[in-house]
């Protein structure tokens, strides 16, 4: 009997429990953006290389996929760009578009998607962004990736074969597939991040998820590809991957001096639709978080991996002096956003994460508050 007892009432609290949860979920829904919390699982696109599936498109996308509330007829400013620009580890509303958007009283349309580049953008603005006959398209040109990106997609997407200058190569483009996992609570943990609002906010939440970020972070002075930059006096605790953003920028990579090649070809085109249409086109250039905390990072032999910090930091400068250039041989308006992050450098630009390197709310502000300046004193 009292077996029955102990089952039934474990069963009650069982069942309390689910509902509970179920009901925390559609407040959490009703009251938050989902596409603010929940992860999105790509399919394969034949020109963009991946979009945002259909099942997605109605309750956390527009209807054509992006993150915002709709689709405008017409819109004032369109925001185009990778996950810089669509707001990583941020709210819709704190994205630098959105911060552009309140500070300029205009209405904004955030064309953006996280791994997107050059190819995309070019894409998106000739058939979607002219649509919406834009007085200004702002592109956000991550200098970390989108010169290789653009090398990927072109020579791994038939649809841009007619880019190719060099001898077809065999590329991995899909930038977007989930690495493996065979630990046996990453599937539950892929499958919560890509349902769940609560579970999003209850583990990588401002609480939760700020305090396992600073975590890792020490833990990765232990890490062999982590460099770990801590000053207390200023506030700083941040944590880099040099490694990856190297082979993005390395000036002697045969490839990704055919990434810009292209991407130049791409901005030049963008430019010339652009102008076609009486929009003003700007390329705002967003730095890696190297180069941000370059004053601290270069040249500091007590670092681990200086030399690849240290390599970084110069090829990113080359990649700086070659984009800029062209920029101005071809009359393209640009902002640099650079000196308001490196202004800014102890206001917690940047998620707390030892693997997350995108800005935070804070940082996304200093970028729409650097673009709106330079939008207002140039025009």
Known sequence: MKVK??????????????????????????????ADYLSVAMVHDDVLGAAVPASAVSHQFDAWGFRNPAVPARV???????????????????????????????SVYNLAMGGYGPNQYFHLLVSKALKLKPKTIVLGFYMGDDFENAFLITYGLEHWRYLR??????????????????????????????????????????????????????NAQARPD???LSIPQRGILEAFLPKSILRNLDQENRFILEGMRITFQLLADMNDASRRNDIRFIVAVIPTKEMVFAEYLEHDASLPLRQTIDSLIANERQAREKLFKFLTDFNIESVDVLPALRRSIDGQLYVKSATDMHPNRNGYRIIGEAIFEALRKTR
């Open 5 to 34: 007892t102990l089952l039934g009432s474990s069963a009650v609290v069982a069942v309390s429990l689910a509902v509970t949860l179920v009901l925390c979920e559609v407040v959490a829904r009703i009251v938050l953006n989902p």
């Open 76 to 106: 004032d400013i369109v925001a185009i760009g990778d996950s810089h620009t669509f707001g990583n580890a941020a709210t819709m509303d704190d994205s630098w578009p959105y911060v552009l958007g309140r500070l300029s009283g205009m």
């Open 165 to 218: 200058s060099l001898p077809d190569e065999s590329v991995d483009f899909d930038i977007w597939a989930v690495p493996e996992d065979r630990r046996w609570h990453k599937p539950l943990r892929l499958w919560l991040s890509q349902h769940s609002v609560l579970y999003q906010l209850i583990f990588h939440g401002p609480l939760l998820g700020r305090f396992q970020g600073e975590l890792q972070i020490r």
């Open 226 to 228: 982590s460099v770990v």
